[in-house]
């Protein structure tokens, strides 16, 4: 069975500093992989994804993620950090050609003004 | 814009009670999905379905039961409630491509067990 882990529960970052929130996948073939985040109260949405195309992926809000396979790693980074920005963060996985996706424990981004 | 609406945010319930979460997208979407969330252990799936009448069991499945009679319409059910089943519920739908690769997340159910 596939699975991710996020290292780290929680994150705290200054406003303007360096947001970098790590994955790591364990897959005997490279997956697609995902990430989400969800604001408080609301559902999940997605921020990217990589579908086995270029391996640096470019999201919504300024967030870019790089595939690495020879580290089994997909981190999530932003260049600099938004209060807009505080939220939970899932990574996820999901087999080529599999409905099921399995997240991550999620980690809760702080920014501090 | 999409929508997949629960019916309720908050339910709180007693032990042993038989309990319905609904679940509704307005998408003609062909797959749905119901998550739990728990704080430390993220999204675990508990049932899918791609078609009507059509299920598959997640990852961790008892306790619950599922219903899909119309396509918009994907109804979670606790046979018999109890504490461990305190949970946030989430409901997603998505198309039925190979990558599956976006799911539409509703507000979520903070159910509470007593």
């Known amino acids: 069975a596939q699975s991710v882990t996020q290292l780290g529960s929680h994150v705290s970052v200054s406003e303007g500093a360096l947001v970098l929130l790590r994955c790591n996948y364990s897959?005997?073939?490279?997956?697609?992989l995902f990430w989400y985040v969800q604001y408080p109260n609301q559902g999940l949405q997605l921020l990217l994804k990589y579908t086995s195309a270029a391996t640096l992926v470019k999201g919504i809000n300024g967030f870019e993620a790089e595939f690495k396979k020879s580290e089994t790693s997909f981190h999530l980074t932003k260049p600099s950090a938004h209060m807009s920005d505080a939220a939970e963060y899932f990574c996820?996985?999901?087999?080529?050609?599999?409905?099921?996706?399995?997240f991550g424990a999620g980690t809760t981004v702080t920014v501090r003004a | 814009d999409v929508k997949v609406t629960q019916s309720s945010r908050y339910l709180v319930k007693r032990t042993g009670e038989k309990v319905f979460l609904e679940c509704v997208q307005d998408?003609?979407?062909?797959?749905m999905f119901w998550y739990r969330q728990d704080p430390g252990l993220g999204l675990r799936l508990i049932y899918f379905s791609y078609d009507v009448k059509m299920k598959e069991k997640g990852d961790i499945p008892e306790g619950y039961s599922v219903s899909r009679e119309k396509k918009e319409r994907f109804s979670l059910i606790l046979e018999s409630a109890s504490t461990n089943q305190t949970s946030m519920y989430l409901c997603?739908?998505?198309?039925?491509?190979?990558?599956?690769?976006?799911?539409?997340f509703g507000s979520g159910t903070q159910l509470s067990v007593l």
């Open positions: 996820a996985v999901s087999p080529i050609n599999d409905y099921k996706l399995s």
């Open positions: 998408m003609d979407h062909e797959n």
């Open positions: 897959s005997s073939v490279p997956p697609y």
């Open positions: 997603a739908s998505s198309l039925p491509t190979a990558t599956n690769e976006k799911l539409f």
